[in-house]
């Protein structure tokens, strides 16, 4: 994830509570992310929107990507 | 040498596909009730339509088929025409949604949305109008795409590209059909029901509140527009009609 921002000229808050609304980390950045763990699995990981409107900071994030690796 | 213009008669015996639940459940209902002979299938038949089975036994044939099952279907059609009649309608309604974003839906459900919602259909369109034009029938068809084949929805590009796709087929069916079997679709806004499924109660206001007629599409919005189709001398032809309440314009 912090590559994600970094790329984009941000830095990944320290908080995992931090709102992803206030430090501009948007569902397309979400699926940037995704598909940088793909590429590291060599695996895809497909899902659903709803799973996504769900996620709200960036504990969300983190614990939706390790559902995604474990599922 | 011209022809005398002719009219296609109001629809005798429908076909809906997807006629268990939801709106396909709801046009067998209003058809049904208009006492037009009606045959649905569904892949799963729900009580409530085994309940129209018995309520009008003599106008409804259903069971269970799966749209993407051809062989099925087409067994399907030839039991309703043994059973009601010639089927001089069809009603195409079945179809899958989707809810993911395009770079995460896997080809292979893309296939299955793509399978089940606009190869399936035309594959029944043109079994019905092979049996119609056969028997020397006139006809109308009826194709239920959506207003995304119009405009964009993330997290609907499988669906809106075979939506749009029936929307093109109807244009072409239309040309294509002379005048004999008339082709139109009636493309719904997004319904109460669905779009609470997923959104929250804000953002379904935010919705409301931007559509000129102040609500969300119901079903029952859209049985007049189809029972028209199906049933009134109007001269539409290659139409898609839409329902939702000019929130899209």
């Known amino acids: ?15 995992d509570t931090a709102d992803l609304r206030e430090i501009g980390f948007r569902s397309l950045d979400f699926s940037e992310l995704a598909l940088r763990v793909e590429d590291e699995l060599g695996d895809e990981l497909n899902f659903d929107a709803p799973g996504l409107r769900r996620i709200a900071t960036v504990g969300d994030v983190l614990d939706f990507i390790e559902q995604l690796q474990s599922a | 040498m011209s022809e005398a213009p002719s009219v296609v008669p109001p629809a005798s ?8 639940r939801g709106l396909g459940l709801a046009i067998v209902t209003d058809l ?39 062989a099925a279907g087409q067994a399907f059609v030839k039991a309703v025409e043994s059973r009601l009649g010639p089927i001089d309608a069809l009603v195409n309604n079945a179809a899958i949604g989707q809810d993911s974003l395009h770079v995460h839906t896997s080809a292979d459900h893309l296939a299955e949305i793509i399978q089940t919602n606009l190869t399936s259909p035309l594959i029944l369109t043109r079994f019905v109008l092979r049996r119609m ?8 068809i009826v194709n239920i795409t ?76 859209v049985l007049p527009v189809v029972r028209m189709l199906l049933l009134e001398n109007t001269n539409l032809n290659g139409q898609v009609l839409v329902v939702d309440g000019a929130a899209s314009i």
Request: aromatic content about 4%; some cysteine.
């Open chain 2, 133 to 140: 034009l056969a028997k020397g029938l006139k006809g109308r």
């Open chain 2, 32 to 70: 049904l009730a208009a006492g037009i002979k009606v045959a649905a299938f569904a892949r799963t038949v729900t009580p409530e339509l085994t309940a129209l089975g018995e309520k009008y036994p003599n106008h409804l044939h259903y069971g269970s088929v799966d749209v993407n099952d051809s």
């Open chain 2, 146 to 221: 959506s207003i995304c084949a119009q405009r964009g929805y993330p997290g609907l590009v499988a669906y809106s590209a075979t939506k749009g796709g029936m929307d093109a087929a109807t244009r072409s069916l239309a040309r294509e059909l002379g005048g004999r079997i008339l082709a139109n679709a009636v493309a719904p806004g997004f319904f109460a029901s669905e779009m609470s499924a997923v959104l929250g109660q804000t953002q379904l206001d935010q919705i409301v509140r931007r559509t000129p007629t102040g609500h969300l599409t119901e079903p029952e919005d």
């Open chain 1, 1 to 15: 994830m912090g590559e994600v921002m970094t790329a984009q000229g941000r830095a990944l808050p320290a908080e």
């Open chain 2, 13 to 20: 015996v429908v076909l809906v596909s997807g006629g268990s």
